[in-house]
């Protein structure tokens, strides 16, 4: 079984940076492909960025360019470095893993999901 505890939100003004970070546990966790996701007040969920198995990553248009994801396996840790935030990016954050590692990251129906975190833009 695969948990993942996200950590590193919080509250920030408009554009500050923030990197979260989701810790995983379990086996093989190298093979894993991992998605981050937010969830806003009234909203829909939403992906925001995956990383596969070969760190090829891909991102929602509305994040490229200021947020980037990245993994490190001797870690099992995932990240999602987040620049000039945006009170719009205000929203419980998630981290979710998927044992098909290879797939296109952004495919997948991801199968494992953290607690999630509170990001809080705000003035």
């Known amino acids: 079984q695969v948990q993942l505890v996200e950590s590193g939100g919080g509250l920030v003004q408009p554009g500050d940076s923030l990197r979260l970070s989701c810790a995983a546990s379990?086996?093989?966790?190298?093979?894993?492909?991992f998605g981050w996701f937010r969830q806003a007040p009234g909203k829909t969920r939403e992906r925001i960025a995956c990383i596969n198995n070969v760190a090829r990553t891909h991102y929602a248009e509305f994040v490229k360019g200021r947020f980037t994801t990245s993994r490190d396996d001797a870690l099992n840790t995932v990240y999602l470095q987040m620049n000039d935030l945006k009170p719009e990016d205000t929203a419980v954050y998630y981290c979710?893993?998927?044992?098909?590692?290879?797939?296109?990251?952004?495919?997948?129906?991801?199968?494992?999901w953290g607690q999630g975190i509170q990001v809080t833009v705000s003035s």
């Open positions: 979710a893993a998927d044992r098909y590692g290879s797939a296109p990251c952004a495919a997948l129906d991801y199968e494992h």
């Open positions: 379990g086996s093989n966790l190298d093979y894993y492909a």
